[in-house]
């Protein structure tokens, strides 16, 4: 159950790029809480300062500031580690149309370049990031690893190919990588702020200040949305799962449809709001579904996820309620 229970050798490094962003943050919080050593890597172009604050006198946690486009910065920071949790990119959807240049050299080369960083000093294993967004246009419920479509972003591309290297390092080195693609991911420390800032502490933000939030399309879109507990387990999980389990790539959600309209009016009622949303057209590159089918993960990575919607939604509003004075 979980992962608080997951038994690691004493002295064992973890090396944990995009550190300072919302997911590798609370990565580095739970594997430092486990008393292991953590090196964090970001260049702080999405990643912030704040979120890695409490870390800086932790004599188990080193901050690299880099960049993973620069090899010799991975290759660096790859020293004397046997666990790579590979989190950092650009995400969204919207942004990668408008910028896809700067999606495919950050998101494709800089994970090739972890990955050969990776291999050349004898990683152990090797887990990165996916997306979600790699079923492009494919409109089968749930989601299950194999039935892809076309990709509908570059962000979506970016990270089919990082999942075809993920494989080939496998198959041709030998290096045991594992993808995890992540559904709609949320809770503390997810930044609410920007033009394509994701929607739950978005609306969060703008309920609390009595804005009027912008649903993009009808509301009736669903997401499979994921608490950031339960990305902790399975990055951690993967790093313990057997050898057979590698080069794949496997969904990492709840399993839960969540319609978008439903969660604002769930978010109003908790935060004990009555305000009407605002609706707009449908973002470009969106998809309209998505649920995930997690018994992959759960077979060979043992993956067992703890928190529901409502639990984590409930956890994440009243972290967001503590430290609304930061926005």
């Known amino acids: 159950m979980g992962y ?9 490094a973890f090396l944990i790029t ?6 590798g943050s ?14 964090c890597l970001d260049n702080f172009s999405t990643g912030k300062r704040d979120n890695i604050e409490m870390f800086s006198d932790n004599p188990n946690c080193s901050i690299i500031e880099g960049d ?8 660096e920071a790859c020293k004397d580690v046997k666990y790579v949790l590979h989190q950092a990119a650009w995400g969204s959807v919207p942004k990668s149309i408008r910028m896809p240049l700067e999606y495919g050299q950050i998101n494709i080369m800089g994970t090739l370049n972890m990955m050969e960083a990776a291999r050349q000093n004898g990683v152990v294993k090797f887990v990165y990031a996916s997306s979600s967004s790699v079923y492009g246009d494919e409109p089968t419920l749930p989601k299950k690893e194999g039935t892809e479509g076309n990709p509908i972003s570059p962000y979506g591309l970016t990270k089919m190919v990082d999942e075809e290297y993920g494989r080939l390092y496998t198959r041709l080195y030998g290096i045991h990588t594992y993808g995890l693609r992540y559904f709609n991911v949320f809770g503390r420390r997810q930044d ?3 033009p394509y800032a994701a929607v739950i502490p978005k609306f ?11 649903i993009y399309g009808d509301g009736r879109q669903s997401r499979d949305f994921t608490y950031i507990e339960n990305v902790i387990e399975a990055n951690l999980k993967a790093c313990k799962a057997p050898g057979q389990a590698a080069g794949q790539i496997y969904n990492i959600a709840f399993g839960e449809q969540q319609y ?3 969660v604002y009016h769930e978010l109003c009622k908790a935060l004990g709001k009555d305000i009407a949303p605002i609706f707009g057209p449908e973002r470009e590159g969106d998809i309209k579904h998505s649920n995930a089918d997690i018994s992959k993960a759960k077979r060979l990575l043992g993956y067992d996820p703890q ?4 639990k984590g939604i409930e956890a994440t509003i009243e972290w967001y309620q503590a430290i609304l004075h930061k926005f």
Request: glycine share 12%; hydrophobic share 40%.
């Open 204 to 214: 969060i933000k703008q309920i609390l200040n009595d804005e009027r939030p912008t």
């Open 68 to 75: 993973i486009r620069d090899f010799d910065t991975c290759v």
């Open 26 to 39: 609370n990565l580095c919080e739970a594997i430092l809480g486990m008393g292991h050593k953590v090196k």
């Open 260 to 262: 978008l309209i439903d």
């Open 307 to 310: 928190w529901n919607f409502r």
């Open 192 to 194: 609410p702020a920007g």
């Open 4 to 12: 608080q229970n997951l038994k690691f050798e004493e002295g064992e």
């Open 18 to 23: 995009g550190g300072a962003g919302f997911i």
